[in-house]
């Protein structure tokens, strides 16, 4: 169980398109997600929370109009990275938290690879 | 602020015991110590959790410190495949969970 999975799992596009990444909780509903970014050799840091039906909040230092979360459903939140330049290049993380479970434990999704040229 | 403190680095000989230990002096009662671990190129995959009482799975065991203060977290017979940066994090209060740099273990055949 808890199983979280993203989608895709690369990406490599030109620099000041978009690219919209997946994040869907397999065997349980979400009311909460999270949305990671991790560069070589750093650990993982927030970028925003997601709760269904509502605007995402986002941490500080993190532009919400470049990084659009939706999370229109129980089960899936996007990411759209929007514009995207070289410096976006990174791993971006999306995790879960079981709404039954209690105790704040996230579920974390494979990752996603982006790459901007 | 680093909320929890761990080693950078740790070794530990295949099929040997492995104690990860973690300092969260500022949790608060209510909050979950709980522990990730993370292998290249992967997203963190849980390994247990805990608030007061030693907790035991599959994976490993959680002993937690009578002050919750610190945890160490056991990995009864190392193997390979548990080479990874391992997490110990809380939600200190909120709903995120905030990631420290992690513990690099690395396991020596």
């Known amino acids: 169980g808890a199983v979280v999975s993203q989608h895709p799992s690369w990406v490599i596009c030109k620099s000041g398109t978009s690219v919209k990444i997946e994040c869907r909780s397999l065997?349980?509903?979400?009311?909460?997600m999270f949305w990671y970014r991790q560069f070589p050799k750093q650990s993982l840091m927030l970028m925003a929370t997601s709760n269904e039906g509502s605007k995402a909040t986002y941490e500080q230092g993190v532009e919400k109009d470049k990084f659009l979360i939706n999370h229109a459903s129980l089960t899936l939140s996007t990411l759209t990275v929007t514009s995207a330049h070289p410096e976006d290049s990174s791993f971006y993380i999306c995790s879960a938290r079981d709404a039954l479970a209690g105790a704040e434990t996230q579920y974390f999704g494979p990752g996603t690879r982006l790459l901007v040229l | 602020d680093a909320k929890t403190t761990q080693p950078n680095s740790m070794e530990s000989n295949e099929e040997e015991p492995v104690h990860l230990p973690c300092n969260h002096s500022?949790?608060?009662?209510?909050?979950?110590i709980h522990w990730y671990r993370q292998l290249p190129s992967q997203g963190p995959e849980y390994v247990i959790h805990g608030l007061t009482s030693n907790v035991n799975n599959r994976m490993a065991s959680l002993a937690i410190a009578e002050d919750r203060k610190s945890s160490t977290l056991i990995l009864h017979r190392a193997t390979l495949r548990d080479a990874a940066v391992y997490y110990c994090t809380s939600n200190f209060g909120n709903e995120k969970l905030t990631f420290g740099t992690g513990t690099r273990l690395t396991i020596i055949p």
């Open positions: 500022t949790i608060s009662g209510t909050d979950y």
């Open positions: 065997d349980f509903q979400a009311t909460t």
